[in-house]
């Protein structure tokens, strides 16, 4: 049986590069994912969170916009999450006012970075992402948060769907457990966008 590279290999994996212009998001990066004992702590977000310190001071420093994002649903009937919360009731932490649904200090958004708030996995679902990054003349979306096998495969699919070229770094994403981190990270890799290291997308944004 052949490794899934060989079978890939001349079909999918086509590099497609940043762009001109490209801007930063980071996905919803909450204390619920990194504080030990909370149900969604993932310990591949707490590495990819200290990663993504470097990442966010380049883009800072070199004129990147920087976009974030967080969850927020309404307390006590959590209608806004609709079958998603139905289906992983443990994203009932992420109401205002609980601490495992602020930002982790380090990587939080400076005053002036854009928040946006969603309620399913994509950051570009439901919110008016799309809109803003256009009208900026963005081309280029790049990608650090959690969770990799959540989140971040969901806007990497949005965010080419909307034709954005779409990066990923692989330093900065995190999940809970390595097996779906890594298949999701291939098969993003593959179809959607590219799968690029931290030191690569340090030396574009400096470029």
């Not at 992983?88 to 854009?114: I, K, Q, S, T, Y």
């Amino acid at each position: 049986m052949s490794t899934a590279e060989d079978n890939y290999k001349g079909v999918w994996g086509n590099r497609i590069g940043f762009g001109a212009k490209p801007a930063l998001l980071v996905i919803d990066f909450l204390r619920g994912y990194t504080t030990e004992g909370a149900a969604l702590f993932a310990p591949g977000v707490v590495t990819a969170v200290a990663e993504t310190v470097e990442l966010l001071e380049a883009a800072r420093s070199n004129g990147i916009p920087v976009v974030h994002t967080n969850i927020r649903y309404h307390p006590g009937h959590f209608a806004d999450g609709g079958v998603w919360v139905r289906k992983a009731p443990v994203m009932r932490d992420m109401v205002e006012g609980n601490p495992l649904a602020e930002f982790c200090p380090e990587v939080a958004p400076l005053p002036g970075e854009v928040v946006f708030s969603k309620q399913y996995a994509s950051a570009f679902f439901g919110t008016s992402l799309a809109s803003m990054l256009h009208a900026q003349g963005i081309d280029t979306v790049v990608l650090a948060g959690c969770s990799t096998s959540g989140c971040i495969r969901a806007s990497a699919v949005d965010a080419v769907q909307h034709g954005f070229r779409t990066i990923v770094v692989r330093d900065c994403v995190g999940d809970r457990h390595q097996g779906p981190h890594e298949a999701n990270l291939f098969d993003i890799d593959a179809k959607y966008g590219d799968v690029v290291s931290k030191r690569e997308a340090i030396d574009r944004f400096r470029a």
